[in-house]
């Protein structure tokens, strides 16, 4: 197995909603404000390599919606996801899995893009299964008003529409072993229903994909909650239970939003789990 950080894009968020009621002058400390209260936040997936599978964590916003939309979130950089698979030497067409931890536009918007004529949308990895679970699924298909922004239709019913959709099991609790894809999952849903945080067995280490479970380095204070999260007090235990095990068993945290910090670990201390150790991805993987 060989893995590999895919940088799918950069962009903007306000600090106050990544930080739902926290004041600012705690928050800031770790994730700086520009003048607009905005803060840093990375589109970072992940590419697993396994005997002859090609599976993508994954995908960012894509590139389909319109100037308008992504005027809201402040593009910086010139990463973007194919640049980035072709820097490791690959292809969107050699991908033969793509799991989505959760189908906000940030997480799967580049699933899916326009056709050629762009009369109509198409899978983006047209040799790859598109993973999900069913629970999810019917939760991002019929979205509550609350989140109903965020679940962009042209995002996620093209990858039914190819016939390409498939689903993972559900588990009994909050973890799933050996699924289909051959990794344990950590399903949350304070953030959304059935968030999967994907968590791989790598060189005797494992990694785990935190998605919006723990969005960046700064979140890792327990009541450190999104505004973004439908369920502010279930991501309080959900995140009290991941980072207790992180700690325990020495889990090494891949931050998907964190454009500063990359991969942590953490360790207990008298104020709670802290952070331990930051990485970079090149020095470990």
């Not at 799967?108 to 999900?132: L, R």
Request: glycine share 8%; charged share 25%.
């Amino acid at each position: 197995m060989q893995l590999y950080p895919i940088q799918a894009g950069h962009f903007k968020l306000d600090g106050g909603a990544m930080f739902g009621v926290v004041p600012k002058s705690l928050w800031q400390r770790t994730n700086p404000a520009d003048s607009n209260n905005m803060i840093d936040i990375a589109a970072r997936c992940l590419l697993v390599e396994d005997e002859n599978r090609l599976i993508l964590i994954d995908t960012g916003m894509g590139n389909k919606q319109s100037d308008k939309f992504f005027g809201y979130y402040h593009l910086w950089g010139d990463h973007t996801l194919g640049k980035s698979l072709a820097a490791h030497g690959f292809h969107r067409d050699d991908i033969t899995d793509v799991f989505m931890t959760h189908l906000h536009f940030d997480h799967c918007g580049g699933s899916v893009q326009w056709n050629k004529d762009q009369t109509g949308y198409e899978p983006a990895f047209k040799n790859a299964h598109f993973w999900t679970n069913m629970d999810h699924w019917a939760w991002a298909t019929n979205p509550n008003k609350r989140e109903k922004a965020s679940f962009l239709k042209e995002n996620i019913l093209p990858m039914e529409d190819s016939g390409q959709l498939k689903f993972t099991g559900l588990p009994d609790g909050h973890f799933l072993n050996n699924s289909e894809l051959g990794f344990n999952i950590f399903f949350a849903n304070g953030h959304t229903d059935k968030q999967m945080i994907p968590m791989i067995d790598y060189k005797g280490k494992t990694f785990c994909f935190m998605a919006d479970l723990l969005p960046t380095a700064g979140h890792l204070s327990i009541p450190f909650v999104m505004g973004y999260d439908t369920r502010p007090l279930l991501t309080l235990d959900e995140k009290e239970l991941f980072l207790k095990k992180a700690a325990d068993d020495n889990l090494y945290l891949f931050l998907e939003h964190d454009a500063h910090n990359e991969i942590i670990t953490v360790k207990h201390t008298e104020k709670g789990v802290r952070l331990n150790e930051t990485f970079r991805c090149d020095d470990i993987f």
